[in-house]
Each structure stands twice: as C-alpha cells, then as structure tokens.
C-alpha cells in the first residue's frame, strides 16, 4: 500500500468492484481510453485482470482510494498491455490512469501517478516507462507532460491514432 496527502493506493480488492463498474459503464471517463462503455461482464472481466497483473507480473494497477470518504475513485499503475506497438515501446512498463467523474480535477492523478512511479522505479528500476493518449485527451496530455513524459510519435491502435510517450527514470534526489 503507498499512502500520499490525500490517497491510499492499493492492489484491488473484491468490494472495489461496484465503483469500477461504474466507473467502466460511464461514457464521460470512457470517452478517450479507446472502447465505449462496459457491459456488466465485460466490467468484471476487466476488474478481474488487476489481481491477475499484480499474480503474474508482481506489479500492475493500483485502486485509488480518497482517504476522506474512503471511496474507490479510479485506477493508476502500470501493466504490460501487449498492445503490440513495437520494441521502443511493448517491452517497457506502460503508465496507465483513469478516474471517476468524482475523483476528477482535484489533482488525484497526478498525486497518484507520481506515488506510482516512485514506488515502480523502487521495486523495478525500469530505464523508462511508456505511455499512450489519445490526441483529444487533454487533461492526460497535460498529466504527461507535469510527470515528464516525452512525446515519441504517433500511432494507430484499435480504431484510432494514439500518440506515444516515455519518461526517462528519474534519478533520486540527493540528499
């Protein structure tokens, strides 16, 4: 578990599921990540692919919970999505976030995101990360660029053009 100002990250757990099946089946935060709204199974499925990462891989997602309500607000982390997008991207670990509507514009990404790649640079120590956003997505351009994440080019994925990024490791600060 990290713990930041305002959050608790965590892997998943079974009660999680009802927040993340809303989240998934709301057509505001699905809009840029690439598919339409989630069925009920398809929810599940997908809800079930997090225990799955952290299983097999070590790592994976993280449920974002706001430490003030105690509520499930969204999904930050990195996964090995196999999305098969080449060499300079496929083998590193993506970056992945997504909030729900009540989890958005308060900063949360970014406090999570920033705890996330701490904590994968910690326990892994990848060269760089990777990440891919839709062009119309400028709330997570915007987050990309605040985590340092470079834009790399282009890319057709599923039914749309995706740009790509990565982000070098960030070396600890001395102290």
């Known amino acids: 578990m ?7 990250l965590r892997p998943h757990i079974a ?3 009802s927040g993340y099946k809303a989240m998934s089946q709301d057509p505001q935060v ?5 598919r339409k709204p989630s069925t009920d199974d398809e929810a599940w499925l997908r809800f079930l692919a997090n225990f799955g ?19 499930y607000i969204g999904d930050a982390g990195f996964s090995d999505f196999r999305r098969g997008l080449g060499p300079s991207f ?20 970014l406090e999570a995101m920033t705890a996330a790649h701490h904590w994968i640079e910690a ?14 997505n400028k709330p997570s351009l915007r987050l990309a ?9 282009m890319d057709h994925y599923k039914d749309g ?3 790509k990024f990565e982000r070098a490791a960030q070396k600890p600060s001395p102290l």
Request: hydrophobic share 40%.
């Open 2 to 8: 990290i713990e930041t100002e305002r959050l608790l």
């Open 15 to 17: 009660s999680d599921f």
């Open 30 to 34: 699905m809009q840029f990540i690439g």
């Open 53 to 71: 990462r952290w299983d097999l891989l070590g790592y994976g997602l993280f449920a974002i919970i706001e430490k003030e309500t105690n509520q």
């Open 90 to 109: 496929d083998p590193y670990h993506e970056a992945a976030w997504i909030l729900a509507t009540a989890g958005q514009h308060k900063g949360y990404a």
């Open 123 to 136: 326990e892994f120590g990848p060269e760089k990360t990777v990440c891919i956003i839709s062009p119309e």
């Open 145 to 153: 660029s605040k985590l340092c994440y470079v834009e790399t080019g």
């Open 161 to 163: 053009e995706v740009i």
